[in-house]
């Protein structure tokens, strides 16, 4: 059964879907929007030492500017927009505690509060927009489990990665790609990949499948560690996993200033190896584009060049072991404009499709930044920290 529904917008489309090329299912709904972080000092609270404040990274209008692209863009024929029903409690808390959710639901009644005391913020409307997020997430993944999308995308906010089971964390509410994931479970996938790009690392995921030898999470990030009681994960590479999931969770940080050809290095010579070992039955992807040069809350120099590469990559994995199934999950990002011109790079990669759209950004030769990292040396040291840890079991994960 399908979730999710075709919007009127179809018909509004001045080009029909060609048959013959490659399309994309993206989801969405104007519920995510009702999410209001506010204004302060970035993410933290507005300043009273500040003429002007402004508004939190995590905010609505980064997700208009990737919607607008998406249907001003080139590739606006080839995409399918499709909404969904919010996620029932019961598939939020196939990945959250009872508990957790409680709390959301309490700030959305008596919030704005800030849920990890740090950049969190969660008032009236989060809970609708993480309930209609995560819905159009599960929407997604049924959309290719179906067969009915060749590649799906849930443009969704808040994000999730950094949400844990029992937490909130780094502006995310609901995890979604792992509530998704969880879903894709209980539907029968046997093997899940979780490729994870956003700039900082997925930690909430990791935790959500930290003994789950079903679900291989795989995150690269830029190295900043533990950032927090919320946040207690440091995303290091002997993070590998405990109990039947050891040697299921790889983290690859990468050093600060890593750019297109070092990104491109750990996907085809850190992940791939490691995804075809696995051979998973879906790739989900959590696509968020904070890696990008502009970024005001990353430290890494990708280009669109480099988001096209990504996007190619893990559609190449999905054609070699997952039949073609592939469904991304909007995360961080947070330059208000480049972001939406890097996801629209990403999708460009998925589709197999180079649109000509210039990068309105790409002033200055980064090609070779971040090189000197050794994606092979990474993999061995994780290979070394699996077998430590299947000699001396006991939890890895702070
Ligand atoms: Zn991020």
Redesign the pocket.
């Known amino acids: 059964m399908r979730h999710g529904s075709r919007t009127s917008r179809d018909d509004q489309q001045e080009e029909p879907l060609n048959p013959e090329s490659p399309s994309l299912d993206v989801f969405w709904h104007d519920d995510i929007l009702l999410h209001d972080t506010g204004e302060g000092v970035f993410e933290d609270a507005p300043s009273p030492l500040m003429y002007a404040q402004e508004p939190h990274p995590e905010n609505a209008t980064r997700l208009l500017n990737v919607k607008a692209i998406l249907e001003r863009g080139p590739l606006r024929s080839r995409i399918r927009w499709n909404t969904a029903a919010p996620a029932s409690e019961d598939q939020i808390h196939r990945f959250h505690t009872r508990t957790y959710t409680d709390c959301v639901r309490e700030a959305d009644t008596r919030g704005p509060l800030r849920l990890d005391g740090a950049g969190t913020v969660a008032g009236p409307g989060t809970w609708r927009a993480a309930m209609r997020a995560a819905g159009l997430s599960i929407a997604a993944t049924d959309s290719v489990l179906s067969g009915e999308s060749r590649a799906a995308y849930a443009l969704v906010r808040p994000?999730g990665h950094h949400a844990q089971p029992g937490q909130a964390d780094?502006s995310c509410i609901f995890n979604n790609v792992g509530i998704a994931a969880h879903h894709a479970l209980d539907r029968g996938v046997k093997r899940i990949a979780i490729v994870d790009w956003?700039?900082?690392h997925g930690n909430g995921t990791q935790e959500g499948f930290y003994d789950d030898d079903r679900v291989l999470t795989v995150s690269i990030h830029m190295p900043h560690g533990c950032w927090g009681e919320n946040h207690p994960q440091r995303g290091t590479v002997d993070e590998v996993g405990e109990g039947a999931g050891i040697g299921y969770n790889l983290n690859l940080p990468v050093a600060y200033g890593a750019g297109d050809a070092c990104y491109d290095e750990v996907m085809r010579l850190a992940v791939r190896p490691v995804i075809d070992e696995f051979a998973p039955e879906l790739i989900l992807v959590a696509c968020?584009q904070?890696a990008n040069q502009f970024d005001p809350?990353?430290r890494s120099l990708l280009t669109m060049r480099g988001f096209r590469e990504l996007g190619r990559q893990v559609r190449a994995w999905a054609a070699a072991h997952a039949s073609n199934r592939l469904v991304l999950f909007q995360?961080?990002?947070y330059a208000v404009t480049y972001t939406a011109f890097c996801a629209h790079a990403t999708l460009e990669g998925v589709l197999g499709v180079d649109s000509g759209l210039r990068d309105p950004a790409a002033y200055y030769d980064q090609s070779g930044a971040g090189t000197s990292i050794n994606p092979g040396e990474i993999l061995k040291t994780w290979r070394e920290c699996i077998e430590n840890s299947r000699r001396n079991p006991g939890p890895t994960n702070p």
């Open positions: 994000p780094g956003d700039q900082h968020g904070d809350n990353g995360e961080g990002g």
